[in-house]
Every structure is written in C-alpha cells, then in structure tokens.
C-alpha cells in the first residue's frame, strides 16, 4: 500500500487562518535586505525584485546549458531516463520552493540558490569532482569544491553582481551533511564571506562547516538531499536493474514519492513559524538510513564507480597537465584559448581583472570543471587519439 503523509489538521488550519490574516513570517529574509558586492547596480524593480534578478542572471549564465550533459550519478548511459544534472537542479528547487511557500519564506531566494548550485559542478558527478581535487592538491596545494566553484562562476568566470544572500546559500548548500536541525548564520557582509571562500580553498573540512546566512538557504539544503534520494533509486532501478524492494522499508517509504512527500510534510510539521527547519528524530533516522542504503546499494557498487576510477581519473590528470603546457607555452590555436578563454571573453561583462591573468591552474580548473562529459571525452579523444583509455557507453538495446 501506498505510504503517504499529510499535514495536521491543526497545522493546516493554522496555516490557512495566518494567510488570510496576512500575516507574514518574522523569519524570512526580506528583499529590502539584499546585499550585492555593487549596490549601486541591478536594484530591484516592481517587475524585478532583488532575486529575480539572480534568477535571470544564473538562467542565462553561459554555463547553465551544460546541466544538461553532466552526470548525477550514472555516467556512460544512452538512456534518457536516467537524470542529468539539469533535472537534479529543477527537482531541488521546486521541492524548496513547496517547502518555501508551505513555510511563507523567500521563494525567489530560494529558487536562486537551487538553480546556481551545481553551476560550478565537474564532468561525471562526485567521482571527477574528486579527481580535479586530487590533481589540484597535488599540485598546487589547494583544494576543490563544486559549492565554491559555483561561487566563482557566478563572482569571477562570470561576474554577475549576484546577492550575498544567494551565493552563501551556494556556497553551504551542502547535500552530504545531513542534520536533525538546520539553523541559520547571519553573515556581516562580503569580507566575511571572502573569508570563508579562501579558507575553503586550502582546507576541504571548512566547506562543510558552511552554514547558510538565511532560513531559505537553510530549506534548498535539505531540499538537495530529498532530491536526490529517492530520484537516485529510480534511476539505479533502470541503470543496475536495482528493484525498490532493496532499499528498508520504514516511515519514509521506500519510492521516491513516498520519500518526497513524507519528508516535506514532517519538516513543514516541524518548522512553521520557527526560526529553524527541522525534522523529528524518527524522520531524520530514517533519512540517515535511507543515505545508507543508497551507499551501499549504489554508489558503491562496481558499476557506478569502475570505469570512473580506472578511466576518468587518469584521463583527467593527464588532460590537465596539457591543457597547462598549452596555456603557459601560449598556443593560442589550442582549445583552451579558442573553447575557453574566448568564450568566456565574448560574454562582455565588466571585470576588475581580465580573465588571463587568472593564475594558470585556476584557468585550467576553471575549463575542465566547466565541461559536460561529452565534451570532456570528445577533447580528451582530440588531444590524445592514440591513448589506450577508451570510453563505452551501454546503449539502450545492450540488455535487450
């Protein structure tokens, strides 16, 4: 039998009664609130308040189509039904935004977080975020965060003038760290939060020690987990052949229906007017276990991690280190220069700092983290066409 959860009857009175009162949440972040790094520019309008503006920003950012090549958790499948990154990030902001409207917060703020990010996300998922920061701290000694990447493309790549509110939820939104409770830290202003950014860069601990500044980033944190829980079973029952009834069974459900809904409706239980979001303890040990079966059952399976291992991660040492020969011994025929550099020139935005006297490893990260997986195979096979590492893709007849 289906297992589904609904709101309280008392909740769902109160909450209709405090609408038509008009009464509004004292723990939602305002838009009069809005910190840009440059205030004299992109002030919210009527037609476009502060973080709509964010919002059109990050859909238009240059990099926001490559979403759509870019593995969730199944790299080298033909298979349209298994998810991209791009139907990850939609799932995270319309479960944020539900939650948002259930709980009277920032919607607009919430969307923009949820949309940027994974903007800044590698090629092939988790697996080549870990072999870009294995080669960078190798290297140069600093370390590599898909969160904080985000923040750069939308800061430096591209720099966009994005609020402080939306780039600190960016920055902490981070889906691994699961708590009970979740409870905003007001940030001072820029300098704090370029603090926070440096550090991050030469110790990987301090990114997850990032808490978002507003109860909105807060919501798009634990959204990036529901998301992402459930949809990963879906799709490994189509990728592995994984059937639902593997995965424990218990007051979440086991299909990712269940597992959304049930988990909205406990936070929203637990979080109305309070200045936190929160989860009762069945529910969260519940969604700690749920964590642990999709480990155990996906993502640490041969299949998922395998090829990654054996293949990408040489692949990407060794594209990296081309890609800094061609750089530094200035081949400006190279695509580096012609796929990168001028690309991201030809966005025209004002810059503080032209884009090539960014330190050399940083272009070079900057480039790869911004490839799709496609593309990262198709440049690999162009610069090395005689390499013994070879990508094969199960198509959607392999298993008859």
């Known amino acids: 039998m289906p297992n589904y959860k609904f709101l309280s ?5 109160q909450i209709k009664a405090d609408r038509a009162a008009g009464k509004v949440n004292p723990y939602a972040f305002r838009d009069e609130n809005v910190i840009r790094r440059h205030p004299d520019r ?4 009527l037609l476009r308040p502060p973080f709509i503006r964010d919002i059109d920003k990050i859909l238009h950012c240059p990099y926001y189509n490559r979403y759509a090549d870019k593995t969730q958790v199944f790299s080298f499948y033909k298979n349209d039904d298994i998810s991209r990154r791009s139907l990850h990030v939609q799932l995270v902001s319309r479960i944020a935004r539900s939650l948002g409207h259930a709980l009277c917060l920032n919607t607009d703020l919430i969307e923009a977080i949820a949309l940027g990010h994974d903007i800044g996300h590698t090629p092939f998922g988790h697996a080549g975020e870990e072999y870009l920061d294995e080669v960078l701290r190798e290297t140069e000694g600093i370390r590599f965060s898909h969160n904080i990447q985000s923040v750069r493309v939308l800061q430096q790549v591209f720099p966009f003038n994005i609020s402080l509110q939306t780039l600190s939820g960016i920055a902490s939104h981070d889906g691994e760290l699961e708590l009970r409770e979740y409870r905003p830290k007001e940030i ?3 300098n704090e939060f370029d603090q926070q950014i440096e550090a991050c860069l030469t110790d990987k601990a301090k990114v997850k020690k990032l808490i978002p500044s507003t109860l909105e980033g807060c919501v798009m944190r634990i959204a990036d987990i529901i998301a992402y829980l459930g949809k990963d079973r879906q799709d490994a029952e189509r990728a592995l052949h994984i059937p639902h009834e593997d995965f424990r069974d218990g007051v979440l459900g086991k299909i990712n229906a269940e597992i959304i809904n049930n988990l909205m409706v406990n936070i929203v ?7 936190y979001i929160k989860m009762d303890e069945d529910h969260f040990c519940a969604l700690q276990d749920a964590k642990r079966d999709n480990y155990a059952i996906i993502y640490k399976v041969p299949e998922v991690r395998e090829v990654c291992d054996n293949v990408i991660r040489p692949m990407m040492k060794q594209l990296y280190f081309r890609l800094l020969e061609d750089l530094k011994k200035n081949r400006t025929d190279a695509p580096i220069f012609r796929h990168h550099i001028k690309y991201i020139n030809e966005a025209h935005y004002k810059r503080d700092l032209p884009y090539e006297q960014n330190p050399p490893h940083q272009i070079v990260s900057d480039y790869i983290a911004s490839m799709t997986d496609d593309y990262f195979i198709d ?4 610069l090395f066409p005689d390499s013994k590492y070879k990508i094969e893709y199960k198509g959607y007849f392999d298993n008859n």
């Open 188 to 190: 001072s202003g820029f």
């Open 379 to 382: 440049l690999y096979n162009h």
């Open 269 to 275: 239980e637990n979080s109305y007017g309070k200045p």
């Open 42 to 45: 992109d002030r919210g309008t």
């Open 9 to 13: 009857p008392e909740l769902e009175a």
